[in-house]
């Protein structure tokens, strides 16, 4: 966790309300950290909903596979997330890690351990001392309370510069219902599911089969669209919960996600989602550039998705992007390389706007002090159009930095 918060973060926090059936603990473990906060206890009434997706590395952690084996049960009394230590390559130690801190967690809050769900971020390969634990989650099943929501988001960072939080209400039948998010991730993302670790709440009763079909389908656009080193994790979390409160308020109980009284739900569902990957994508490792791409007229939605993250993941995009040049000529080579579909003579290429080449080539209409005066933005938009198709999609990422490679460097020591 920094000192320093990023440039990029946004400039206010919101009020993040209480959720029926969700109360909050953070307390120090001491896992990895010294004076701060490095475990959380989430604990939701019996009945709780859960859906999740997960990293597709071939290296998951163990709590990640805990996690898998438990989501088909669909119900959930409590979240454990730990920072410090990823509990990732750690064999069968790391399986008894996690198999111990459910225990202790079903204990503290009084349910069957296959109602724990666990999440842990950090370190890779080193051995997570579940025995720190004992005793804690005790104390903090008996802490919880509905407001800790900032807290909550603060004690699962590590090289994040802030905690990311997002919240929406909207009405459900008769009832309003919130969502609460949280996130936590600043480097290592190409996330490919959802992204590092993220949890989010709601009192609304959804199912557990409907919540995992909104959850699936709500990443594809926010989460799997944003990315800052191309890298993977192996912790890589996301998981929902819906404690159902807000029918004793009249909202229907809802069993399939295409149930047309989800409508406005499902918009604020993805509100929350896209608000915070954009927010992993403002914390990146030593980022001082939001860097949107849109690719448009590309053969297919798909197409487009593959040409955007050949740049977004390009290095010496990310680097020309830091050095405030508007060099398009490292664009044209991430579109050629992705391996879809292009025309190098239908190709046109702008930044914040200004349109730098055209058909191919330099725009005639190019000027140098114009563009390098729009790369002084804290934001930079780039488009590419490729002249084949309707396909259209866009990500998110950030520029790379010496800070990057600081954070990096030092990070196991």
């Known amino acids: 966790m920094s000192s320093t918060v990023s440039p990029l973060a946004p400039k206010t926090v919101p009020d993040m309300p209480a959720i029926a059936g969700v109360r909050l603990a953070t307390a120090e473990a001491g896992i990895r950290y010294k004076n701060r906060t490095d475990v959380l206890l989430a604990v939701m009434d019996k009945g709780t909903a859960v859906a999740g997706v997960f990293t597709k590395s071939k290296c998951p952690s163990a709590p990640v596979e805990w996690c898998r084996a438990k989501l088909k049960g669909g119900k959930a009394q409590a979240l454990v997330v730990n920072s410090g230590n990823a509990n990732a390559f750690t064999g069968k130690t790391g399986r008894g890690s996690t198999a111990l801190t459910a225990k202790i967690a079903a204990k503290a809050v009084g349910c069957s351990e296959s109602e724990i769900f666990l999440a842990s971020t950090g370190v890779i390969g080193e051995p997570l001392d579940a025995t720190k634990f004992d005793g804690v989650l005790g104390r903090l099943a008996e802490s919880a309370e509905p407001a800790s929501w900032l807290d909550a988001a603060k004690a699962i960072m590590t090289t994040d510069t802030f905690p990311k939080v997002a919240t929406a209400t909207v009405k459900l039948g008769k009832a309003k219902v919130t969502i609460n998010g949280m996130a936590k991730g600043a480097g290592m993302i190409a996330p490919d599911m959802a992204t590092m670790l993220s949890f989010v ?157 055209k058909s191919g080539a330099r725009d005639p209409d190019y000027d140098e002090a114009q563009v390098s005066e729009a790369m002084k933005a804290p934001e930079i938009a780039i488009k590419v159009s490729l002249g084949l198709g309707k396909g259209r999609d866009r990500v998110l990422t950030c520029d790379l930095t010496k800070e990057y490679v600081a954070i990096n460097g030092d990070y196991r020591s």
């Open 201 to 357: 709440f709601t009192d609304a009763p959804i199912a557990p089969a409907a919540l995992q079909a909104l959850l699936k389908s709500g990443v594809e656009d926010t989460f799997n669209a944003v990315t800052i080193d191309g890298d993977t994790s192996t912790s890589d979390t996301l998981l929902a919960f819906a404690t159902g409160a807000a029918a004793a308020q009249g909202a229907p109980k809802i069993s399939r996600a295409s149930d047309p009284r989800l409508k406005a739900f499902v918009k604020a569902f993805h509100r929350v989602l896209a608000n915070l990957a954009e927010q992993v994508a403002r914390d990146g490792e030593g980022a001082r550039k939001l860097v949107e791409i849109t690719v448009e007229g590309a053969t297919t939605k798909a197409s487009a998705r593959k040409i955007a993250m050949s740049i977004a993941n390009s290095p010496l995009v990310k680097t020309a992007i830091a050095g405030e040049d508007a060099n398009w000529g490292r664009v044209v080579m991430a579109v050629g390389k992705a391996g879809e579909p292009a025309n190098r003579d239908k190709l046109s290429i702008s930044f914040n706007g200004i349109r730098v080449a």
